[in-house]
């Protein structure tokens, strides 16, 4: 059984910046893909960016330039630094990892609120 932790979500007023953290109990290296996605009350669950196991991202377009996703294989985390964050990012923000499509495994999630 794959287990993720997140942690470092919290209340942040616009403009601020929050550094999210997965830490999962198997070595990173056993997946070839970990992200994050959140989703808002009401809305479906978005994408936020992803991590290859070549380490190129691609980011969902209303974070483009403002957050960052980074792995460390010593620590077997995925990191997710959030810049100049606005109201609409406040979210539960969810971080995965999986080998394929039909093999994802998801942290429990953790909220995300940005005040104006």
Excluded: H
């Excluded at 996605?37 to 479906?44: D, I």
């Excluded at 997710?80 to 499509?101: F, G, H, I, W």
């Amino acid at each position: 059984q794959v287990q993720l932790v997140e942690s470092g979500g919290g209340l942040v007023q616009a403009g601020g910046s929050l550094r999210l953290s997965c830490t999962v109990s198997r070595s990173i290296f056993s997946f070839n893909g970990m992200g994050w996605w959140r989703q808002a009350p009401g809305k479906e669950r978005e994408l936020v960016g992803i991590i290859i196991s070549g380490g190129s991202t691609n980011y969902g377009d209303s974070v483009k330039g403002r957050f960052t996703i980074s792995r460390d294989s010593a620590k077997n985390t995925v990191s997710l630094q959030m810049n100049s964050l606005k109201p609409e990012d406040t979210a539960v923000y969810y971080c995965y990892v999986q080998r394929s499509a039909l093999e994802r495994y998801w942290g429990q999630g953790t909220q995300v609120t940005v005040s104006s």
